[in-house]
């Protein structure tokens, strides 16, 4: 059995998935297998992941007869996994030869305590240039989870955590992603009360940024970010409240002692309303000060 399997979902993703599977094909650490599930796909999605199948025998390949919606195309991939170590990477991303190795010393160095390492990460455009660098502040080591989970809640932004390599076994006691925007937070306040999170002092991953990016929501009114979710599952409006709720409740319910759930839910709490208090403030002194005009 490979140690590490690379989980790659996808749905009409034809642009970049030729890039972003010959650069998983290219990584340094050699014992994984690739598992591509096509979430029906309507363009040449499915003729790419062949063409890269019949050349590399790591890659194994799946196709849902409809759409499921993309949290549960994700949540496919757990299940047809057989590494000890697993590994999300989206259509449209890329990872730099050695993502794979660095993750992988560093899970391994720090041994059980950790369940999920990720490397630092580099934006990216359309046609790959490179457009900035980004800061994703979630070195969580501390050996209390309701300091990790405070750290979460204080710096997550983009979520770029999650694509990184975790302890299949750690990802399975979570809810993984689910049918709501914003659950990959919910998502990475679980990993964080149940272990510590490093971060590999290299920039190996790069996000894409595009406008058609189903992640982003940058189109007019998250349509294209709903849509990912399938039509069952269509909600813009409040989604930040929903996702605070279903955090709550996962942080509250999880099979971890009474004291370490009520610590790490009043942790996210208080530290998440503490941010948003903060970043409202903020807000209304620029409009007072005349520079949020």
Not at 21 to 44: G, V
Not at 61 to 89: C, I, P, Q, S, V
Request: hydrophobic share 35%; net charge positive; charged share 20%.
């Amino acid at each position: 059995m490979p140690r590490v399997t690379i989980g790659v979902p996808v749905y009409n993703g034809e642009r970049y998935l030729d890039e972003c599977l010959t650069a998983l094909s290219k990584q340094d650490y050699p014992d994984f297998e690739l598992i591509i599930s096509d979430n029906a796909s309507t363009d040449h999605t499915w003729q790419i992941c062949q063409q890269h199948a019949a050349t590399d025998p790591r890659i194994r390949l799946h196709r849902n007869d409809t759409n499921l919606g993309g949290h549960a195309n994700y949540r496919l991939l757990t299940e047809l996994a057989h590494g000890e170590l697993f590994k999300w990477a989206a259509y449209d991303d890329l990872c730099e030869p050695t993502y794979l190795s660095r993750c992988v010393d560093t899970l391994d160095t720090a041994g059980p305590p950790a369940i999920l390492a990720y490397p630092q990460t580099l934006l990216i455009d359309s046609d790959s240039t490179i457009i900035g660098t980004y800061a994703d502040r979630m070195n969580l080591r501390h050996p209390q989870a309701w300091r990790r989970v405070a750290g979460m809640a204080h710096g997550i932004n983009l979520c770029h955590a999650h694509f990184g390599v975790v302890r299949l076994a750690a990802l399975r006691r979570t809810g993984m992603i689910r049918p709501y925007l914003s659950s990959d937070y919910t998502l990475l306040m679980e990993l964080a009360a149940l272990g510590q999170i490093h971060e590999v002092p290299e920039p190996l991953f790069l996000r894409r940024i595009h406008t058609s990016s189903t992640r982003q929501g940058t189109d007019t009114s998250l349509t294209v970010a709903t849509n990912w979710f399938g039509p069952q599952h269509q909600q813009t409006r409040g989604y930040r409240r929903h996702m605070v709720t279903a955090t709550v409740h996962a942080l509250a319910t999880r099979d971890q002692p009474l004291l370490t759930r009520a610590a790490t839910t009043s942790a996210f709490l208080g530290t998440w309303y503490t941010r948003r208090t903060r970043v409202t403030l903020g807000r209304w002194r620029r409009r007072a000060t005349g520079r949020g005009a």
